[in-house]
């Protein structure tokens, strides 16, 4: 007899197991099937080649069935039949076990998994012949995590998660689910208070706003640059002159009508235009999703995901290829200080300060309206860090430009007395950040790629390896020399043998 209070608690929206009751379970009497389907007129369990075994019995008004598993049946399906009249076969989310292994939520927990990408977000997967998406998320703080998405008439109750207490991870497969679904999360908080939708921090793609939906995405790219990335594999080449091509995709040059030029189409236009120029690099302003195109890229909310705003990410993945072929290495932009404070995004994710301190003194920046990272927090370090080698790894991006990294670096950054907390010495440095970027370049090095710090005060040893008492980054990027040559190139002609002083400053 199953518990009331559970039933209860399921057809409300408020069980956090729902694998407990629901699926195939054994009783005193035998082998039992529930399903929980809202809205349904009546639902049959059947062969999956479509053949009826038995008529489900419905067991409360809300939509849940039940009906005995005959003997030697192992694989079944739901027949459902709609209230609209319409007929869906379907198999069941919750016959299936966990696809997260011991070791998976351990490093998860840990917060060491580098490949942390590859077990959170939404993944296809193909379990005993079923093909489907496996998603995950880790939202410890919630009393429910639920798929809802263009599949199941974003209907929280329909598909809600199995959680892993040890560490907060919600996960669960759901059959037919493919390339090209939109999804997001609907979450409680702990007091049961139902939060704003959110969309995937590891999502790969995502929908244009105002819908914001996450899109699950399956890449079948195959690259061409096996060459270039056994060059690459040998580190950095200090000894070799360098020339950056700084770039924002969507002003370097439009269409007739205005519109965006694709990735394909930059991979055509732009990659030439760089090479006959003579750079060595390109470098991108940042490409990660976000909401605001007045942003350019540096609020973004997709850490994982190339922006929509010029293809899908194989797209992004040829105009790589093409700088490759070329001889040209890509840096992209990276923003690991700060992220946006939109509701759909990482504020606030499971009803507390999940990504962000609570503390607004540490969370929130004023001048940017966007909040801190928290890198006190192993699970978000390793989201950030997974992050960087997410892009290296999978996009074969050479180069991560760290944007903002005094920010980073001083407790105090744009704050007056009495707006920052100060570190357990007494000072003013995130000593927590100091470690996070150690950490970072040591991974990003080790992975074959270069970092540049975009740090624009006097912090010592920027480009000092880690374990001579640097923060290990590749290069640090002269912010002065920049600004200098573009003032420089802004001076009339006939003037500029006055101003020679800003092309040699920043190199004495």
């Not at 235009?273 to 195109?293: Q, R």
């Not at 074969?396 to 001083?410: E, K, Q, T």
């Amino acid at each position: 007899m199953t518990d009331k209070s559970q039933i209860d608690a399921l057809v409300a929206g408020r069980h956090n197991n729902p694998f407990a009751l629901l699926g195939l379970h054994k009783t005193r009497g035998g082998r039992v099937v529930r399903t929980f389907q809202p809205d349904a007129k009546s639902v049959d369990l059947v062969e999956r080649g479509g053949r009826k075994m038995a008529t489900m019995k419905r067991t409360h008004p809300a939509g849940l069935f039940e009906a005995p598993m005959p003997a030697r049946k192992r694989n079944y399906a739901l027949r459902i039949t709609w209230q609209s009249g319409e007929v869906q076969q379907t198999e069941d989310p919750y016959r299936f076990g966990s696809t997260l292994g011991e070791m998976d939520l351990y490093l998860l927990g840990e917060g060491s998994d580098q490949n942390v990408y590859r077990k959170l977000g939404a993944h296809l997967r193909t379990i005993t012949g079923v093909s489907g998406t496996r998603f995950a998320v880790w939202a410890p703080n919630a009393s429910r995590v639920s798929v809802v998405g263009d599949f199941n008439t974003w209907d929280g109750r329909r598909h809600v998660m199995r959680l892993h207490p040890g560490n907060g991870i919600w996960e669960i497969f759901i059959p037919g689910v493919g390339n090209g679904a939109m999804y997001k999360y609907e979450i409680t908080d702990s007091g049961g208070k139902l939060l704003p939708l959110k969309a995937d921090p590891f999502g790969t793609f995502h929908e244009p706003p105002p819908g914001n939906s996450s899109i699950v995405f399956d890449s079948n790219y195959e690259w061409q640059d096996d060459a270039w990335l056994g060059r690459r594999r040998t580190g950095p080449r200090l000894d070799e002159p360098t020339s950056i091509y700084e770039v924002h995709l969507g002003s370097w040059r439009r269409k007739d009508d205005g519109s965006y030029l694709g990735y394909r189409d930059l991979a055509n236009e732009l990659v030439p235009y760089v090479a006959d120029m003579g750079f060595t690099h390109i470098e991108l302003l940042p490409v990660t999703e976000h909401p605001f195109d007045g942003s350019w890229g540096y609020q973004p909310i997709g850490m994982f995901a190339p922006t929509q705003r010029f293809g899908s990410p194989d797209d992004f993945r040829v105009l790589i290829d093409a700088c490759h072929a070329q001889g040209i290495g890509v840096i992209m932009d990276w923003v690991p200080a700060h992220f946006p404070n939109d509701e759909h995004g990482l504020r606030q994710f499971d009803g507390t300060a999940l990504y962000e301190h609570a503390d607004p003194r540490k969370g929130a920046h004023a001048d940017w309206g966007t909040l801190i990272f928290n890198y006190g927090r192993r699970e978000v370090i390793n989201y950030l860090i997974g992050n960087a080698l997410y892009w290296i790894d999978e996009f074969h991006i050479d180069g991560l430009r760290v944007d903002a990294v005094a920010s980073m670096l001083y407790l105090d950054y744009s704050r007056e007395d009495g707006e920052w907390v100060p570190n357990e010495f007494g000072g003013n440095e995130n000593l927590e950040a100091v470690e996070f970027l150690k950490r970072l370049n040591t991974e990003v090095h080790a992975h074959g790629a270069t970092s540049f710090a975009e740090e624009s005060t006097a912090w010592p040893s920027v480009s000092r390896p880690v374990d001579a008492g640097g923060l290990g980054f590749t290069y640090k990027w002269n912010m002065g020399w920049m600004n200098d040559t573009l003032a420089y190139m802004s001076e009339d002609p006939v003037h500029r043998k006055y101003h020679h002083d800003k092309m040699t400053f920043g190199l004495v």
